[in-house]
Protein backbone atom coordinates (compact mmCIF):
# COMPACT_ATOMS: atom_id res chain seq x y z
CA UNK A 1 0.00 0.00 0.00
CA UNK A 2 1.58 3.54 -0.86
CA UNK A 3 3.04 5.05 2.00
CA UNK A 4 4.12 8.62 3.04
CA UNK A 5 5.96 7.87 6.10
CA UNK A 6 9.53 8.86 5.94
CA UNK A 7 11.91 5.72 5.59
CA UNK A 8 14.06 6.66 8.83
CA UNK A 9 10.95 7.42 10.88
CA UNK A 10 9.70 4.05 10.39
CA UNK A 11 9.99 1.35 13.21
CA UNK A 12 9.88 -1.63 10.45
CA UNK A 13 12.44 -0.64 8.68
CA UNK A 14 15.33 -0.68 11.09
CA UNK A 15 17.10 -3.21 12.64
CA UNK A 16 16.48 -5.20 15.99
CA UNK A 17 19.77 -3.63 17.22
CA UNK A 18 19.17 -0.17 15.91
CA UNK A 19 15.63 -0.40 17.68
CA UNK A 20 17.85 -1.54 20.77
CA UNK A 21 19.99 1.62 20.50
CA UNK A 22 16.67 3.82 20.89
CA UNK A 23 16.44 5.41 24.46
CA UNK A 24 13.56 3.91 25.88
CA UNK A 25 12.54 6.45 28.46
CA UNK A 26 11.87 8.74 25.76
CA UNK A 27 10.90 7.12 22.46
CA UNK A 28 7.78 7.98 21.55
CA UNK A 29 5.68 5.08 18.92
CA UNK A 30 2.71 5.99 17.05
CA UNK A 31 0.39 2.68 16.35
CA UNK A 32 -1.76 3.87 13.55
CA UNK A 33 -5.73 2.47 13.67
CA UNK A 34 -7.86 2.48 10.53
CA UNK A 35 -10.08 0.40 8.68
CA UNK A 36 -10.97 -1.35 5.19
CA UNK A 37 -14.43 -0.42 4.80
CA UNK A 38 -16.96 0.41 1.99
CA UNK A 39 -16.49 4.34 1.11
CA UNK A 40 -19.20 4.97 -1.08
CA UNK A 41 -19.12 4.59 -4.74
CA UNK A 42 -16.55 6.53 -5.58
CA UNK A 43 -13.80 6.10 -2.74
CA UNK A 44 -11.94 2.60 -2.21
CA UNK A 45 -12.23 0.89 0.77
CA UNK A 46 -8.67 2.07 1.93
CA UNK A 47 -9.35 5.35 2.36
CA UNK A 48 -9.14 5.29 6.10
CA UNK A 49 -5.69 3.66 5.80
CA UNK A 50 -4.51 5.46 3.21
CA UNK A 51 -5.80 9.21 5.14
CA UNK A 52 -3.88 7.96 8.42
CA UNK A 53 -0.97 7.31 6.43
CA UNK A 54 -0.97 10.45 4.38
CA UNK A 55 -1.24 13.17 7.96
CA UNK A 56 0.80 10.82 9.67
CA UNK A 57 3.81 10.92 7.23
CA UNK A 58 3.14 14.37 6.56
CA UNK A 59 3.57 15.01 10.02
CA UNK A 60 6.59 12.91 11.22
CA UNK A 61 8.11 15.46 8.44
CA UNK A 62 7.38 18.03 10.49
CA UNK A 63 8.69 16.64 13.76
CA UNK A 64 12.18 18.21 14.81
CA UNK A 65 14.90 15.15 13.88
CA UNK A 66 16.05 14.78 16.64
CA UNK A 67 13.09 13.73 18.71
CA UNK A 68 12.22 10.01 18.53
CA UNK A 69 9.13 9.57 17.37
CA UNK A 70 8.61 6.52 14.85
CA UNK A 71 5.96 5.25 13.47
CA UNK A 72 4.21 1.19 14.05
CA UNK A 73 3.02 -0.66 11.23
CA UNK A 74 -0.54 0.30 11.13
CA UNK A 75 -3.15 -1.63 12.48
CA UNK A 76 -5.51 -1.61 8.68
CA UNK A 77 -8.46 -4.21 10.13
CA UNK A 78 -10.65 -2.02 12.80
CA UNK A 79 -13.99 -2.68 14.38
CA UNK A 80 -17.03 -1.70 10.76
CA UNK A 81 -19.64 -3.59 11.60
CA UNK A 82 -21.89 -0.39 10.78
CA UNK A 83 -20.60 -0.77 7.24
CA UNK A 84 -21.31 -4.99 7.34
CA UNK A 85 -23.22 -5.74 4.61
CA UNK A 86 -20.95 -3.63 1.93
CA UNK A 87 -18.98 -5.83 0.11
CA UNK A 88 -15.37 -5.11 0.39
CA UNK A 89 -15.58 -4.29 3.95
CA UNK A 90 -13.66 -6.00 6.37
CA UNK A 91 -14.43 -5.63 10.25
CA UNK A 92 -13.08 -7.15 13.67
CA UNK A 93 -15.09 -7.66 16.49
CA UNK A 94 -14.43 -5.62 19.35
CA UNK A 95 -12.73 -8.24 22.04
CA UNK A 96 -10.16 -8.95 18.64
CA UNK A 97 -9.57 -5.52 18.07
CA UNK A 98 -8.92 -5.24 21.86
CA UNK A 99 -6.90 -8.10 22.05
CA UNK A 100 -4.52 -7.30 19.27
CA UNK A 101 -3.92 -4.08 20.67
CA UNK A 102 -2.94 -5.52 24.04
CA UNK A 103 -0.70 -7.72 22.26
CA UNK A 104 1.04 -5.28 20.99
CA UNK A 105 1.56 -2.98 23.78
CA UNK A 106 2.81 -6.25 25.70
CA UNK A 107 5.35 -6.79 23.15
CA UNK A 108 6.73 -2.92 22.93
CA UNK A 109 6.75 -3.26 27.11
CA UNK A 110 9.18 -6.38 27.04
CA UNK A 111 11.16 -4.51 25.15
CA UNK A 112 11.25 -1.67 27.34
CA UNK A 113 9.25 0.77 25.77
CA UNK A 114 6.53 2.82 27.41
CA UNK A 115 5.23 5.82 25.56
CA UNK A 116 2.64 4.70 22.74
CA UNK A 117 0.30 7.03 20.71
CA UNK A 118 -2.67 5.31 18.93
CA UNK A 119 -2.94 7.23 15.80
CA UNK A 120 -7.01 6.71 15.02
CA UNK A 121 -8.26 7.44 11.45
CA UNK A 122 -11.97 5.47 11.69
CA UNK A 123 -14.51 6.94 13.74
CA UNK A 124 -15.75 2.82 14.75
CA UNK A 125 -12.13 2.47 16.84
CA UNK A 126 -12.69 5.34 18.62
CA UNK A 127 -14.36 4.19 21.31
CA UNK A 128 -12.38 1.02 22.06
CA UNK A 129 -8.99 3.00 21.50
CA UNK A 130 -10.21 5.30 25.23
CA UNK A 131 -10.92 1.86 26.17
CA UNK A 132 -8.00 0.50 25.78
CA UNK A 133 -5.87 3.16 26.94
CA UNK A 134 -6.78 3.45 30.03
CA UNK A 135 -6.36 -0.01 30.51
CA UNK A 136 -2.78 -0.32 28.97
CA UNK A 137 -1.92 2.89 31.63
CA UNK A 138 -3.20 0.43 34.15
CA UNK A 139 -1.92 -2.98 32.97
CA UNK A 140 1.64 -2.04 31.65
CA UNK A 141 2.42 1.24 33.22
CA UNK A 142 2.68 2.85 29.83
CA UNK A 143 1.88 6.78 28.62
CA UNK A 144 -0.51 6.15 26.53
CA UNK A 145 -1.91 8.84 24.18
CA UNK A 146 -5.07 9.14 21.73
CA UNK A 147 -5.13 11.17 18.93
CA UNK A 148 -8.08 11.37 16.70
CA UNK A 149 -7.20 12.42 12.83
CA UNK A 150 -6.10 15.81 12.61
CA UNK A 151 -9.19 17.73 13.18
CA UNK A 152 -11.78 19.90 11.63
CA UNK A 153 -11.29 21.51 8.09
CA UNK A 154 -11.03 24.81 7.23
CA UNK A 155 -13.71 26.69 5.27
CA UNK A 156 -16.11 23.80 5.20
CA UNK A 157 -20.42 24.49 4.61
CA UNK A 158 -22.21 24.17 8.55
CA UNK A 159 -23.95 20.81 7.27
CA UNK A 160 -20.81 19.31 5.67
CA UNK A 161 -19.08 20.13 8.88
CA UNK A 162 -21.41 18.64 11.31
CA UNK A 163 -22.80 15.52 9.58
CA UNK A 164 -20.43 14.74 5.98
CA UNK A 165 -18.27 12.56 8.49
CA UNK A 166 -17.42 9.43 5.80
CA UNK A 167 -16.72 9.90 2.19
CA UNK A 168 -17.60 13.05 1.86
CA UNK A 169 -16.09 16.49 0.90
CA UNK A 170 -12.71 16.60 3.26
CA UNK A 171 -12.06 12.70 2.69
CA UNK A 172 -12.44 13.09 -1.36
CA UNK A 173 -10.46 16.03 -1.41
CA UNK A 174 -7.39 14.59 0.72
CA UNK A 175 -7.67 11.50 -1.83
CA UNK A 176 -7.86 13.72 -4.46
CA UNK A 177 -4.78 15.83 -3.83
CA UNK A 178 -3.04 12.36 -2.60
CA UNK A 179 -4.13 9.35 -4.95
CA UNK A 180 -6.54 10.82 -7.50
CA UNK A 181 -5.91 7.92 -9.53
CA UNK A 182 -8.46 5.98 -6.90
CA UNK A 183 -11.39 8.26 -6.93
CA UNK A 184 -14.23 8.38 -9.23
CA UNK A 185 -15.29 11.59 -9.91
CA UNK A 186 -18.27 10.75 -11.69
CA UNK A 187 -19.75 8.84 -9.10
CA UNK A 188 -20.20 10.90 -6.50
CA UNK A 189 -23.46 10.53 -3.92
CA UNK A 190 -24.96 11.97 -1.33
CA UNK A 191 -26.81 11.05 1.61
CA UNK A 192 -26.81 12.86 5.72
CA UNK A 193 -27.26 10.70 8.60
CA UNK A 194 -28.78 14.27 10.21
CA UNK A 195 -29.99 17.47 9.26
CA UNK A 196 -28.85 20.70 10.97
CA UNK A 197 -32.09 22.16 11.28
CA UNK A 198 -33.63 18.78 13.00
CA UNK A 199 -35.90 19.37 15.82
CA UNK A 200 -35.04 17.73 19.36
CA UNK A 201 -32.06 16.46 20.75
CA UNK A 202 -31.76 12.86 19.77
CA UNK A 203 -28.64 12.95 17.58
CA UNK A 204 -26.74 10.39 15.73
CA UNK A 205 -23.62 11.14 17.43
CA UNK A 206 -21.25 13.39 19.84
CA UNK A 207 -24.59 14.68 21.70
CA UNK A 208 -26.12 13.94 24.81
CA UNK A 209 -28.53 11.66 23.65
CA UNK A 210 -28.12 9.48 20.69
CA UNK A 211 -29.17 6.64 18.46
CA UNK A 212 -27.29 3.50 17.33
CA UNK A 213 -27.05 3.12 13.64
CA UNK A 214 -25.70 1.16 10.68
CA UNK A 215 -24.88 2.71 7.39
CA UNK A 216 -27.27 0.95 5.37
CA UNK A 217 -30.31 2.21 7.76
CA UNK A 218 -29.66 5.63 5.99
CA UNK A 219 -27.31 5.98 3.23
CA UNK A 220 -28.03 2.85 0.27
CA UNK A 221 -24.72 4.52 -1.34
CA UNK A 222 -22.49 4.32 2.05
CA UNK A 223 -21.78 8.11 1.61
CA UNK A 224 -22.48 10.07 4.44
CA UNK A 225 -21.75 13.55 3.23
CA UNK A 226 -21.74 15.67 0.27
CA UNK A 227 -18.54 14.89 -2.20
CA UNK A 228 -19.58 17.33 -4.77
CA UNK A 229 -17.62 20.19 -3.92
CA UNK A 230 -14.14 18.24 -3.71
CA UNK A 231 -11.40 19.41 -5.20
CA UNK A 232 -7.88 18.64 -5.13
CA UNK A 233 -6.86 22.18 -4.02
CA UNK A 234 -8.75 21.69 -0.77
CA UNK A 235 -7.13 18.86 0.05
CA UNK A 236 -3.39 19.79 -0.43
CA UNK A 237 -4.58 22.74 1.80
CA UNK A 238 -6.66 20.60 4.20
CA UNK A 239 -3.54 18.11 4.32
CA UNK A 240 -0.86 20.49 5.43
CA UNK A 241 -3.04 21.78 8.30
CA UNK A 242 -4.13 18.50 9.64
CA UNK A 243 -0.67 17.10 9.69
CA UNK A 244 0.95 20.54 11.28
CA UNK A 245 -1.74 19.98 13.85
CA UNK A 246 -1.12 16.32 13.81
CA UNK A 247 2.87 17.33 14.33
CA UNK A 248 2.16 19.74 17.17
CA UNK A 249 0.28 17.22 19.26
CA UNK A 250 2.98 14.57 18.47
CA UNK A 251 5.74 16.92 20.21
CA UNK A 252 3.14 17.62 23.21
CA UNK A 253 2.80 13.84 23.85
CA UNK A 254 6.60 13.50 23.22
CA UNK A 255 7.66 16.54 25.97
CA UNK A 256 4.85 15.52 28.39
CA UNK A 257 6.94 13.42 31.11
CA UNK A 258 8.50 16.19 31.43
CA UNK A 259 5.41 18.17 32.29
CA UNK A 260 4.38 15.97 34.90
CA UNK A 261 8.06 16.18 36.08
CA UNK A 262 7.79 19.60 36.64
Known amino acids: MKTWIPPERFLPYLTWKQVDALPRDRTLLVLPTAAIEQHGHHLPLATDTLLNNLLLGHALRKVPADLPIYALAPVCYGKSNEHVGFPGTLSVGRDTFAAVLRDLARSLVAAGFRRLVFFNSHGGNHSLLDVMARDLRDEFGMRTFCLFGGGAASGLDPQEAAYGFHAGEVETSLLLH ?41 APSGVMGDPTPSSAEKGERWCDEMSSRVAAALQEMYAFREILER
Open 178 to 218: ATPELVHTDRYTVNYIARLGDPGVLKPEFASATFSWLTRDI
